[in-house]
Nanobody, 126 residues
């Protein structure tokens, strides 16, 4: 499986962006998918995750209500809708896949995920 993230860019504070993560290759089954982000000089942090069916989602508390993760399994694509963006949301956003359809309690850990995309840069200006 290969992952390709896109949709990043420059946006003003309060604006919105929608990130996409397209999976290609041997995409049999529906994987747990996650979004992480990493700002300069900071560790990679968990943003959101979604189960293989899309029925279960999880978010970091600071992003609940502003970010929404969703998926279209027919298109092998996962989305991250980001609203009310703040300058502190500026980072490289990465999508990742865990080759299991069921979300376990380990979902916030980067080590849970088997495949990573290349990242897409989000810059929020004040």
């Amino acid at each position: 499986v290969q992952l390709q993230a896109s949709g990043g860019g420059l946006v003003q504070a309060g604006g919105s962006l929608r990130l996409s993560c397209a999976a290609s290759g041997r995409t049999r089954g529906s994987y747990v998918m996650g979004w992480f982000r990493q700002a300069p000089g900071k560790e990679r942090e968990f943003v959101a995750a979604i189960s293989g069916s899309g029925s279960t989602t999880r978010y970091t508390d600071s992003m609940k209500g502003r970010f929404t993760i969703s998926r279209d399994n027919a298109k092998n694509t996962v989305y991250l809708q980001m609203n009310s963006l703040k300058p502190e949301d500026s980072a490289v956003y990465y999508c990742a896949a865990n080759k299991e359809p069921t979300m376990y309690d380990t979902y916030p850990r980067a080590s849970t995920y088997d495949v990573w995309g290349q990242g897409t840069l989000v810059t929020v200006s004040s």
